[in-house]
């Protein structure tokens, strides 16, 4: 495993990342999380990445127990907040009773100083620990005023709470406004959505951040499974794949596009080349912008965390992505085309 700078931090991160949207704390039974996680460890991943609404905080509650065995120092612990909460959480067994019920409650969200202070406070009781090392704000706040957002910001940090805070998917404008507020912490990350596939932070988001000490921790860079191979055109999902789970199948809508699954089918040529499978040759992929520090990556299953792992390091030389892009045509999406 190979490990890179984040941005102007001291952090120094796995080039693979163990996510747990929609797997841990919900999609995924815990024996198999836990051994998930303990398999990232032994290939030497040492940046978990989580957030307060995955699984309505059930993600935060599964790595809590996970990691506490775990010396602090030995892994990079990174969360989120701003999309809605529950006023009052329960206990998970009254918690399925609830939504079996279909009873509603009182949610909260946003990033006001009050949010940032009470969402921070939450998931540190749920991850079991004093601090998180990245604090990230999961999308833009348009009815709270930046000002308020970073100064919140700048207090975790200043209270210990806090190591270094990153953003996902805010606006360049937003970023550059960021950047230019007085007096308070600066952002070391960006989270955005990228992949072979999905390139819109390339021509905006990762020019700025590159001039400004922010590095990129890339999600979904498999496509939700769709850059792995395993969904082929004309034929039903796998019975054990996220596109066939009720509780795993979200943003799938390209699993069923049949150009695009015939297209990534020609890239086992490529991969078959390299002696590498097709999730390597997408993770090497995001991994060959310097701007990057790591991929994030879900799993279900220990041996897709080994086959991730195994994708730091391989460098990939510029007939190999020009080949890529021939291949692919025009189901590159990039900013200003439509999904």
């Not at 996680?37 to 978990?48: Q, R």
């Not at 390597?280 to 990057?292: D, G, T, Y």
């Amino acid at each position: 495993m190979r490990y890179r700078q984040l941005g102007s931090s001291e952090l120094r991160v796995s080039e693979i990342a163990l996510g747990s949207w929609l797997t841990f704390g919900g999609g995924v039974p815990r024996k198999q999380g836990e051994a998930c996680v303990a398999k990232a460890f032994e290939v030497g991943i040492n940046f978990i990445d989580t957030a307060n609404a995955y699984a309505e905080g059930g993600a935060e509650q599964f790595l809590g127990g996970a990691l506490s065995g775990r010396p602090r120092d030995s892994y990079v612990l990174a969360t989120k907040l701003y999309f809605q909460m529950p006023t009052t959480m329960l206990p998970r067994p009254l918690e399925r009773i609830r939504r079996r019920l279909r009873v509603p409650v009182a949610t909260e969200g946003g990033l006001s100083r009050q949010q940032v202070i009470k969402q921070l406070d939450a998931s540190l009781a749920r991850l079991r620990t004093d601090y998180v090392d990245l604090y990230q704000c999961h999308r833009y706040d348009w009815d709270t005023p930046l000002e308020e957002t970073m100064e919140a910001l700048t207090e975790v940090v200043q209270q210990g709470k806090v190591r270094y805070i990153g953003f996902s998917e805010w606006p360049t404008e937003r970023i550059q406004a960021s950047l230019e507020q007085p007096g308070v912490v600066r952002f070391v990350s960006s989270q955005p959505q990228y992949s072979m596939i999905w390139r819109n932070p390339e021509s905006s988001v990762i020019p700025l951040c590159r001039e400004n000490g922010i590095s990129q921790v890339v999600w979904s860079p498999l496509a939700q499974g769709v850059l792995t191979g395993k969904y082929l055109p004309g034929r039903p999902p796998p019975p054990a794949s996220r596109a066939a789970s009720s509780t795993m199948n979200w943003f799938m809508d390209r699993a069923g596009d049949r150009t695009l699954l015939e297209r990534v089918q020609q890239l086992h040529t490529v991969a078959d080349e390299l002696g590498i499978t097709l999730s390597q040759l997408a993770l090497a992929w995001v991994l060959r912008e310097p701007n990057v520090a790591a991929a994030l990556t879900g799993a279900s299953r220990p041996e897709q965390i080994e086959e991730n792992a195994a994708a730091s390091g391989i460098e990939l030389d510029v007939e190999t992505l020009a080949r890529v892009d021939a291949i692919l045509g025009d189901s590159i999406l990039r900013e200003g085309d439509d999904a």
